[in-house]
């Protein structure tokens, strides 16, 4: 993975609540056994008419020009449903680094966060600051403060992250490349236990 220690850009809003992994990626895409080509049927039940890919639905936000960004603004609860890891797969190889919300399911958070997508769980009343956005809006993401700020408004959030993941995140490590990183100290301690 690649450090990532701040994120800055507009965003996509996707005001609905309860968006569960089967909406994110529905079951019948799963059968790959790479993470690349997710990002294609991201949201496939809501962006095309009968999953046809050359009958778009206009009014669905991805299918919209005058939204694009880094970061996916979701309704509450983003991610229920089963424990797939493909939901983190496709937002990341659709290219959202991040996905806000005010309350993400436990394990979808944590897929996230091990594939490099940072979950921002913010209160309700900050993701009705940002819904109430132009489309031109820019966020700003500071991994390493914890902050979460609209740029145009300069209001501000913090959230929370886990130290180990946040750690991982601003290093581009995943678990290996962690362990790699203390490698020495492990070996120190190993040498006291002889």
Known sequence: MKPLKEIESRFVPLPIENIDTDQIIPARFLKATTRDG????????????QDDEQQPVASFV????????????AG?????GSSREHAAWALKDYGFKAVVCSFF?????????NNG??????SDAFLAKIFAQDAEAVIQINIEQQTIT????????????????????????DDIDYLI??????????????
């Open 38 to 49: 997710f990002g294609k049927n991201l949201f496939r039940d809501w962006r095309y008419v």
């Open 62 to 73: 991805l299918n919209q020009p005058r939204y694009s960004g880094e970061i996916l603004v």
């Open 76 to 80: 509450k609860n983003f991610g229920c």
């Open 105 to 113: 399911a436990d394990i979808f958070k944590n897929n996230a966060l």
């Open 117 to 122: 997508v940072i979950p921002v769980r913010v």
């Open 150 to 173: 609209i740029l145009l408004t300069g209001e501000q959030e913090t959230f929370d992250i886990n130290p180990y993941k946040k750690t991982c995140l601003l290093n581009g490590y």
């Open 181 to 194: 990183s203390i490698k020495d100290s492990i070996e120190k301690y190993e040498a006291t236990r002889k």
